[in-house]
């Protein structure tokens, strides 16, 4: 992983990004940004990934699923490379990154509740209309209101 050493076995870019679910110009990316080091090549000139680059690509590919900038994935790589010395920088920045997504996920809960409010009273007009019933009657429009002030509270568009 840390050099270009000539490499005739391991895996192919192909086959890592099937593996992680990448693309081979985010792999060539990622690897010129400085998140991956200069992979080894073999002798016709075309990477090969070891076993420890594919799960460190796994690794960043997790970062960057739960929206980790590249800019702090890449401050993660470095410190890496320094080994066990950084470890308490690498602790704090994903305790960190940690604690992005859990106020993330808190946002997303309220966010899905007030969708099943709003789909329940679409389903609720819906079911007027096909009887032929009255209008939304004046709970439905208090409801609208709850739901509505919900949406201004959770900063939920």
Known sequence: MYGEEV??????????AERCEMTAHTLRYYERVGLI???GRAQNGHRRYS????????FLHCLRSTN?????????AVLREHGDATSLQRRQILEDHQSEIADQIVALKKAHALLDHKIANYKKIEQQIRVGG????????VEMAECEKAVAAANVG
Do not use: F, N
Not at 7 to 16: A, F, S
């Open 37 to 39: 080091q200069p992979v």
């Open 134 to 141: 009255p209008k939304p009657c004046e709970s439905c429009a």
């Open 68 to 76: 980790m900038p590249i800019r702090e994935m890449q401050r993660y």
């Open 7 to 16: 490499r005739d076995v391991g895996y192919t870019i192909q086959e890592i």
């Open 51 to 58: 076993d420890a680059d594919l799960a460190w690509i796994h």
